[in-house]
């Protein structure tokens, strides 16, 4: 698996959107879990008290920390750090709530079997396997899928793994398509476009999982660093891709024929430029130029296999020497 050539040796940081009050996805979850529009609206804030997505999160391993196992818990207690692990997620958490409510959508015996399981963990054996079969457990709760579920088991596993914990694999970390052309246009299958991974299937989660372990290993730090460095670049290059992408099509407005825009093959060439200056950092005084030379050689990347592998062959024409 490829990964972005980014610095590694940064150290656990903290959510690029740590602070509630900057934080649009956490405000939507708490308003929706605690407000009217849901049938079984919770009558408390799962996060009362906390200002920062990093206090929920020192908060949850500490506690987990403190559990021998699971008879040592109690069901409120369990279903209180159900409730702060979904509002830490996000507003993707919500459909658990949604619907005929918590209550109805919510199997305590599934989550409970899946936290025992957590907290009795051999840590010699390989846990790839095993904490994937769990994550899938967890999906029979209604509304939850392997952004959730992944989120879950990384804190739960804390315990037992402390910061080699499983990584969560959410969108950001796995990346969005481009719905005209097909590409990965974020996340690791930015840099994957040819063997993605599909955070819905058992074997990529494990695929994942192992290849996040191996470059752990490569860099010298945990696998909560890892993911941590990860999410924050993929969130940053987003917003990086969107911007350069808007400023490129303004470009072509301005600066060339109308006809360019008739090519079959337009969007794929556009999102192929965009690619290629997010992952190289292509300044932008050569924008212009590297629009008309890819356009002007749209039929070459035949003879090396992608358009990625053609500009890459020329990339001198694109940096300043």
């Known amino acids: 698996m490829n990964f972005p050539e980014i610095n590694y040796k940064q150290g656990f940081e903290d959510l690029t959107n740590d602070s509630f009050e900057k934080n649009s996805s956490l405000k ?48 409120n207690e369990i279903i209180d750090i159900f409730h702060k692990i979904q509002c830490w997620g996000g507003r993707g958490g919500r459909r658990v709530y949604q619907g005929e409510g ?37 999906n029979e709760i209604f509304g939850m899928r392997t952004s959730f579920s992944t989120k879950h088991i990384r804190f739960w596993l804390y315990k037992k793994l402390k910061d080699n914990t499983p990584p969560i694999l959410d969108e950001v970390i796995q990346g969005k398509k481009e719905d ?20 819905y299937k058992k074997k990529d989660l494990e695929r994942y999982w192992v290849e996040m372990i191996k470059k752990s290993k490569e860099e010298n730090i945990s696998l909560l660093d890892l993911e941590r460095i990860l999410f924050n670049h993929f969130r940053n290059t987003s917003k990086i891709f969107e911007t350069t992408q808007k400023i490129i099509l303004k470009t072509i407005d301005d600066g060339f024929k109308s006809e360019i825009k008739e090519l ?34 749209r039929n070459t990347p035949k003879y090396y296999g992608s358009m990625e592998e053609y500009l890459l062959e020329n990339k001198f024409m694109f940096e300043d020497s």
């Open 28 to 75: 939507g979850i708490l308003s929706l879990v605690t407000g009217n529009n849901i049938k079984q609206p919770l009558n408390f804030n799962p996060l009362e008290g906390f200002t920062r997505l990093s206090e929920v999160e020192f908060f949850l391993f500490k506690k987990i920390n403190s559990f021998s196992n699971i008879s040592k818990i109690n069901d």
């Open 102 to 138: 918590f209550n109805e959508n919510f199997n305590l015996e599934v989550y409970k079997k899946v936290v025992s399981y957590c907290l009795s963990l051999d840590i010699n054996t390989d846990w790839v396997n095993e904490a994937s079969e769990w994550t899938f457990d967890l």
């Open 180 to 199: 005209k052309t097909g590409m990965w246009i974020s996340g690791l299958n930015f840099y994957n476009q040819i063997s993605p991974i599909d955070r």
């Open 264 to 297: 079959p093959d337009f969007d794929y060439l556009v999102l192929e430029i965009v690619s290629y200056i997010v992952k190289h950092s292509v300044n932008e005084d050569y924008f212009e130029e590297l629009i008309e030379f890819t356009f002007q050689g």
